[in-house]
Each structure stands twice: as structure tokens, then as C-alpha cells.
């Protein structure tokens, strides 16, 4: 079936960063839609990664309120919003990722369709300095200049200069909150901001595109958009021993409009598990 939910439609992309730099190429070609940008509109509203704005509420549900906000400032009933966050990797210790959600809201249609990429190549970090010279050493670790740094005073959490992507700013500022009486260290951290960081804006093409696939997945009874997974079971059984394991045996495919469901199995298994995944086999 043909995908004529968006063909046509004017999509506001929620940005004030440049994401339609990378977004709207995809969106255009894989969706046909006309995308469209608000340059007066402020997501930082929503949160921001330093911290002096909280953000609305969880991963999705800050993205969905930036997209709704957008939609209505720009008078169209079709928007896109990515929120990313950073952290420890939830499969591999000691390794940082960062987990990129692109949301698609179809207020004339009822739907929303989430695409999702995480990536461990991240320039997520951050170091306390007490001269310029440890300040130009933290920062080449992260690509500067290229990637854009902050530079803060952490005990005052006002103080905060961004999108620093020249040496002599960052002299400047560094010196400046060294001048301070009672400021012994400032702390430097990346720019996760993604028109600081195209380390990040490389994942969120990769989430575009897995939100694209899945705009792409259209329910076998009605044709909507988004026919996605929603639920597995984990009961497959090991070659081995032949109990059930934790590993996926199904994956369970819906529909937000109609309610269909349908089972398919993993393209990924070959209909077994590894005895190296079974608890009885490697207690």
C-alpha cells in the first residue's frame, strides 16, 4: 500500500540548533513532505543540557511538547522534534552513549511515530581546570574546535558561556572566571548542543531514518503509518537443553489506529537460542 498519510503536508521541525540541516534532506525525500522552520521559536523553553533550563518531563514526552508547541506557533497540524540525552551505556560499563528520540506528531490523523538511535561514539564529557593551558589540553580531546565547549562556574550556576569554538574565547572566558574571587577551577564540558556537535548530529540522522522505516511500516488492514513493534515474548528455546530462554521467540506488531496485532518472528534468530544465552547450559 502506498503511504499517502504525509505526501503533500507542510511539517514544522522543531529546532532552533540546525537540525533541518540533516532532517529535512530525509524528510523530504523518503516522506514528501514540505518542511518548514520557525526561526523565532525557542526549544531551550523545553530544557537544555547545562541544566539552567529543566527539561519537560521525560525523553518522549519532552520531544512531544516541543513538537505540539511548534505545530500550533506555526498554524500546521504536522511536526517533528528530536531530544536527545547522554549517559552510561545500559549494555556496556564504563562507555558513555547517547540515545537520540526523533518524534513525529500527526494531529490531523491522531498518530505519532517514534524513531530511536543510540550511539556510543559521544564526546560527552567534562573536567575541572585551573589554568588556559588545562583548558587547551581538556578540550582537543574532544574535537575542538570543531565541537563546541561551555565553560562554567560550577558553584554558580548563572555563570555559564556556550558555543565556545575559538581559542581565544576560550581564553577569555576561562580568564574571566579565574578572576573571580574565591574561583580556584572552572569546569569545561562539550557542547551537546547540535549545531556544537556533529558527533551528535550524525545520530540523529541515524534516528531520522529509523523514524522514517517506521512512518514507512504501514498496517496490513488499514494502511497507517507506524506499524511497529510494541511488545515481544522472550521464550526461546535453547538448542542445547531445549528450555525457554530470555532471548526473543516473537515479535508482536500493532496498529495506533485500528488496533490490529500481528506476530512475526525475529528476522535475526534462526529459531533457537545460543546455549551460551540459556541459564541452564551457562548458569
Known sequence: MENKYFKYRKIIIATKHEKEKVMAPILERELC?????????????????????KRAGNQLEAARKKALEAMKHAGVDLGISSEGSFGSHPQIPWVSSNLELVLLVDKLNGIEIVGQSRSSETNFSGDYVSSVEEAREVVQKWGFPIHGVVVRNKENGK?????????????????????????????????????????????????????????????????????????????LRCVGCGADTNMVSMCIYGCQKCNYKEDRVPTNTQGYADPGECDKCNP
Open 33 to 53: 513532505v514540505q518542511v518548514i522552520i520557525s526561526k523565532d521559536f525557542d526549544t531551550d523553553q523545553f530544557g537544555t543540557f547545562t541544566g539552567d533550563k
Open 159 to 235: 555563570i555559564i558561556y556556550k558555543g565556545i569554538t575559538t581559542d581565544a574565547e576560550l581564553e577569555v572566558r576561562v580568564l574571566e572566571l579565574l578572576g573571580r574571587i574565591f574561583v580556584r577551577k572552572v569546569f569545561i564540558e562539550t557542547d551537546l548542543r547540535a549545531h556544537m556537535n556533529p558527533t551528535r548530529m550524525k545520530n540523529i540522522v541515524s534516528a531520522t531514518e529509523d523514524l522514517v522505516r517506521n512512518a514507512k511500516s504501514l498496517c496490513p488492514e488499514c494502511g497507517c503509518p507506524g506499524f511497529v513493534i510494541f511488545d515481544v515474548k522472550r521464550e
